[in-house]
């Protein structure tokens, strides 16, 4: 019994680490706040990249995105440089991936 109850400590114990090592590597989310200082829309009109500058730290800040909503506000200019932007973003290395991104003043 005591072996059984050994074992299955064990295995939960594996379980549980190889758990916290996934979350981990996973990607960072981040917020910010900032204003466009470029937009430029792929060829193929599927992806966009934006250069923002952080609002808190004046640093730029370059996030590709992917969403049809968004690149659709790209193409017909309700979004363009100058807007101020609020934005969550992973950071997953040297690549930003936005997961939104909208006007502060709403659109």
């Known amino acids: 019994m005591n072996k059984i109850f050994s074992i299955i400590m064990v295995m939960a114990l594996v379980l549980f680490s190889s758990l916290a090592v996934v979350g981990t590597a996973s990607a960072e989310e981040i917020k910010m706040i900032g204003t466009i200082t470029?937009?430029?829309l792929a060829?193929?009109?599927k992806s966009a990249t934006a250069v923002l500058k952080?609002?808190?730290t004046e640093a730029a800040v370059t996030i590709t995105i992917t969403d049809d909503l968004?690149?659709?506000k790209f193409k017909?200019?309700?979004i363009v440089e100058g807007d101020?932007?609020?934005t969550k973003y992973d950071k997953s290395g040297?690549?930003?991936t936005s997961k939104m991104f909208k006007k502060t003043a709403g659109c």
Request: aromatic share 0%; glycine share 4%.
């Open 38 to 40: 470029k937009i430029e």
């Open 43 to 45: 060829a193929d009109g």
């Open 54 to 56: 952080d609002s808190k």
């Open 70 to 72: 968004t690149l659709d």
């Open 76 to 78: 017909d200019k309700r």
């Open 84 to 86: 101020e932007i609020r």
């Open 94 to 96: 040297d690549v930003n």
